[in-house]
Antibody, heavy 121, light 107 residues
């Protein structure tokens, strides 16, 4: 069974940093591209970042470019999101999500349960 | 970025009703469109990909259609488990964008 489990969320002050993790199991993690998608409280979905299976290709939404860094460790079946210079508008539930196919397609068949990041003083 | 606009924002319907949700793209995305269902406190669930492909395990009462800039998600006979929020998502490029969501409520 495919499982994605996020961790690392919490309360952080504006300007602070946080590192999110996503532990994957039940599939060959190293074969799939992965993504982070967020959802502000009561709002819609916003794609944040993409990383290819080998980490050779990385993309970011304009809203986080230069502040967030996506990475992965295929040996440990883990995905990460390093978030720096956090702003109030980064407050959201952050989901890790798997690309549906081994060939990158940029839509998502498995999602984690999400981890809440709250940026507030 | 490609903007995705869903209508309506909220829809009130009864069990057994046929329900249609529309999603419009600000430019042509061919058939690169997915639909998701999300229930409160839960992660989104993939329903439809490539505009009309039914994801494995999704009931056949869900169907998708359209191409270019206009797309629809149809639920042929609404069931109690279908009351949720639905999102479209374009994946014409890596910079994917979602619609604002359509909440399907009990009438």
């Amino acid at each position: 069974e495919v499982q994605l489990v996020e961790s690392g969320g919490g309360l952080v002050q504006p300007g602070g940093s946080l590192r999110l993790s996503c532990a994957a199991s039940g599939f060959t993690f190293s074969s799939y591209s992965m993504n982070w998608v967020r959802q502000a409280p009561g709002k819609g979905l916003e794609w944040v970042s993409y990383i290819s299976s080998s980490s050779s290709t990385i993309y970011y939404a304009d809203s986080v470019k230069g502040r967030f860094t996506i990475s992965r460790d295929n040996a440990k079946n883990s995905l990460f999101l390093q978030m720096n210079s956090l702003r109030a508008e980064d407050t959201a539930v952050y989901y890790c999500a798997r690309d549906r196919t081994i060939t990158p397609q940029y839509y998502f068949d498995y999602w984690g349960q999400g981890t809440l990041v709250t940026v507030s003083s | 970025d490609i903007q995705m606009t869903q209508s309506p924002s909220t829809l009130s319907a009864s069990v057994g009703d046929r329900v249609t949700i529309t999603c419009r793209a600000s430019q042509s995305i061919s058939s690169w469109l997915a639909w998701y269902q999300q229930k409160p406190g839960k992660a989104p669930k993939l329903l439809i990909y490539k505009a009309s492909g039914l994801e494995s395990g999704v009931p056949s009462r869900f169907s998708g259609s359209g191409s270019g800039t206009e797309f629809t998600l149809t639920i042929s006979s609404l069931q109690p488990d279908d009351f949720a929020t639905y999102y479209c998502q374009q994946y014409n490029s890596y910079s994917v964008t979602f619609g604002q969501g359509t909440k399907v409520e009990i009438k």
